[in-house]
């Protein structure tokens, strides 16, 4: 867990950081607009995957990615990328001096360039020669080559941010930047460009910041968690352990629940169905056209589990996990509460009315079988 404390660090200990991101803020807005909002953040995020930074609206995240960014500079402020010093006490890269790569809301193509125009334009630009084959992987990587000589006005939206995103890494940033990237973008055009993001995550060794305030957005992409409230850091972790916090701001409404990694090793074509095993808990999950060995993320919501105090052969429900009861907490309906659950390796959520709990004398270790009604892949 990260701190906030914003004079506990001092200038040697960040100079040796050589490996992962270490980022630490303190910014007062003193105009009238952001008039008593503050960034305090001291946190060390991952080398190598995707960070997604989440919060509501005004919770600090796109304020700190500028600043990592250099777009603001804060009255304190240090950030170290894998040892290269880009902020400290004495030292302040520009902008254009920093090797990061920044994706906006709005693609922000020349409108008057191709799709080609545009990459042709941002590699002249870095003055960094291409790497053999480089160009033809990331083309292939965001799927344009057919829109490669289309003006960017003839662009769809989601084409525009693939675009955009390429753009960004045949620059060849250390550090690619991506604030709400699909935020404008309707839902049709997201699913579009979900997948192509997913890819990028799982290809990309290049350290990727995402903010976003989407809840699926970050079931989806996430390798890991910040959660920003109020210009702090609320929590931060591995993306199926910051789900699996019963407190976790992420867990509003129907939509409490956990994410589970797992792979596809049998598949059922009678039945159209597919086995996934996810660290010693098989799943039976619908058949969507996945393929044997896939690796996938399953969404199991607090309100599609059930517990009993007895195992039954004869249930519609496939799926049922021996579990002990780790926490109970209450649910913001008051009717209702949230019960911690312990599998084999891995964490589950059950919604309940406080009927059941009593009705079940659940507490903290009792031994019970979970029910779980329906497994969701994350798509």
Same mark, same amino acid.
């Given at each position: 867990?990260?701190?906030?404390?914003?004079?506990?660090?001092?200038?040697?200990?960040?100079?040796?950081?050589?490996?992962?991101?270490?980022?630490?803020?303190?910014?007062?807005?003193?105009?009238?607009?952001?008039?008593?909002?503050?960034?305090?953040?001291?946190?060390?995020?991952?080398?190598?995957?995707?960070?997604?930074? &989440?919060?509501?609206?005004?919770?600090?995240?796109?304020?700190? /990615?500028?600043?990592?960014?250099?777009?603001?500079?804060?009255?304190?402020?240090? &950030?170290?990328?894998?040892?290269?010093?880009?902020?400290?006490?004495?030292?302040?890269?520009?902008?254009?001096?920093?090797?990061?790569?920044?994706? &906006?809301?709005?693609?922000?193509?020349?409108?008057?360039?191709?799709?080609?125009?545009?990459?042709?334009?941002?590699?002249?630009?870095?003055?960094?020669?291409?790497?053999?084959?480089?160009?033809? =992987?990331?083309?292939?990587?965001?799927?344009?080559?057919?829109?490669?000589?289309?003006?960017?006005? =003839?662009?769809?939206?989601?084409?525009?941010?693939?675009?955009?995103?390429?753009?960004?890494?045949?620059?060849?940033?250390?550090?690619?930047?991506?604030?709400?990237?699909?935020?404008?973008?309707?839902?049709?055009?997201?699913?579009?460009?979900?997948?192509?993001?997913?890819?990028?995550?799982?290809?990309?060794?290049?350290?990727? /910041?995402?903010?976003?305030?989407?809840?699926?957005?970050?079931?989806?992409?996430?390798?890991?968690?910040?959660?920003?409230?109020?210009?702090?850091?609320?929590?931060?972790?591995?993306?199926?352990?910051? &789900?699996? =916090?019963?407190?976790?701001?992420?867990?509003?409404?129907?939509?409490?629940?956990?994410?589970?990694?797992?792979?596809?090793?049998?598949?059922?074509?009678?039945?159209?169905?597919?086995?996934?095993?996810?660290?010693?808990?098989?799943?039976?999950?619908?058949?969507?056209?996945?393929?044997?060995?896939?690796?996938?993320?399953?969404?199991?919501?607090?309100?599609?589990?059930?517990?009993?105090?007895?195992?039954?052969?004869?249930?519609?429900?496939?799926?049922?996990?021996?579990?002990?009861? /780790?926490?109970?907490?209450?649910?913001?309906?008051?009717?209702?509460?949230?019960?911690?659950?312990?599998?084999?390796?891995?964490?589950?959520?059950?919604?309940?009315?406080?009927?059941?709990?009593?009705?079940?004398?659940?507490?903290?270790?009792?031994?019970?079988?979970?029910?779980?009604?329906?497994?969701?892949?994350?798509?």
């Amino acid at each position: 867990m990260p701190t906030n404390n914003t004079t506990t660090e001092n200038t040697e200990s960040i100079e040796n950081t050589e490996k992962g991101l270490y980022a630490r803020f303190h910014l007062q807005h003193s105009n009238t607009k952001s008039s008593g909002f503050a960034l305090n953040v001291d946190l060390t995020l991952p080398e190598s995957g995707l960070t997604a930074i &989440f919060g509501q609206s005004g919770s600090g995240k796109t304020t700190l /990615l500028r600043c990592i960014a250099g777009l603001e500079r804060a009255q304190q402020g240090h &950030f170290v990328m894998k040892g290269e010093i880009w902020q400290s006490d004495t030292i302040f890269l520009p902008t254009h001096k920093r090797p990061l790569g920044y994706v &906006f809301q709005e693609s922000s193509l020349f409108t008057h360039l191709t799709a080609k125009g545009n990459l042709d334009y941002a590699i002249k630009r870095s003055g960094i020669p291409l790497p053999a084959n480089l160009y033809e =992987q990331v083309i292939d990587l965001m799927g344009i080559e057919s829109v490669l000589t289309n003006n960017s006005q =003839q662009l769809s939206g989601g084409e525009k941010q693939r675009v955009a995103i390429a753009r960004a890494l045949l620059i060849q940033p250390k550090l690619l930047l991506m604030d709400e990237p699909l935020a404008s973008l309707d839902n049709a055009r997201k699913q579009e460009i979900l997948p192509y993001l997913e890819k990028l995550r799982s290809t990309l060794k290049t350290p990727i /910041l995402y903010v976003s305030h989407s809840v699926e957005e970050v079931m989806r992409l996430a390798d890991h968690v910040v959660l920003m409230q109020d210009g702090k850091v609320a929590t931060q972790g591995h993306v199926e352990e910051v &789900f699996s =916090q019963l407190k976790s701001p992420l867990l509003v409404n129907n939509d409490t629940g956990v994410i589970w990694q797992g792979k596809i090793i049998e598949q059922d074509n009678k039945w159209h169905l597919s086995k996934v095993s996810c660290a010693g808990s098989d799943l039976w999950i619908r058949n969507n056209g996945d393929t044997l060995g896939q690796n996938v993320r399953v969404r199991i919501l607090a309100t599609d589990v059930s517990l009993t105090l007895t195992y039954h052969e004869d249930s519609s429900i496939l799926n049922r996990l021996p579990v002990k009861v /780790l926490e109970i907490v209450a649910d913001k309906d008051p009717a209702m509460a949230l019960v911690r659950l312990q599998t084999e390796q891995n964490t589950l959520i059950a919604r309940l009315t406080y009927r059941s709990v009593e009705h079940l004398a659940l507490a903290e270790g009792k031994a019970l079988w979970a029910q779980i009604k329906s497994v969701a892949l994350v798509r």
